[in-house]
Nanobody, 126 residues
Framework: QVQLVESGGGLVQPGGSLRLSCAAS????????MGWYRQAPGKQRELVAD???????DYADSVKGRFTISRDNAKDTVYLQMNSLKAEDTAVYYC????????????????????WGQGTQVTVSS
């Protein structure tokens, strides 16, 4: 099993900033794309941003210019820097990956299971 553990959520005023982190573990050799999703009450889960192993990024239109996704491959960690936060950014944020290469002794295998973190709450309110 691969574990994804998020941290960094909290309560922030409109216009403020937060930085989310997601650390992956579980016999990992390398990770393909990683992404951040969010789900607000009564709404479907939506993609916020994703990043390939090579660093190419993609963002939802609603967060372009305000959020930045990055990753540290040596630490198997992905980050989401969120600036100029708005009330509509309030949601539970989830880390995701669907492509991991795992090493067991001298054997490397590809694992295409959808892995999700437990979620971290981000609340933007005055």
């Amino acid at each position: 099993q691969v574990q994804l553990v998020e941290s960094g959520g909290g309560l922030v005023q409109p216009g403020g900033s937060l930085r989310l982190s997601c650390a992956a573990s579980g016999s990992i050799f390398s990770i393909n794309a990683m992404g951040w999703y969010r789900q607000a009450p009564g709404k479907q889960r939506e993609l916020v941003a994703d990043i390939t192993s090579g660093g190419s990024t993609d963002y939802a239109d609603s967060v372009k210019g305000r959020f930045t996704i990055s990753r540290d491959n040596a630490k198997d960690t992905v980050y989401l820097q969120m600036n100029s936060l708005k009330a509509e950014d309030t949601a539970v944020y989830y880390c995701h990956t669907g492509g991991v290469r795992r090493r067991f002794g001298g054997v490397i295998i590809s694992d295409f299971t959808d892995y999700w973190g437990q979620g971290t709450q981000v609340t933007v309110s005055s």
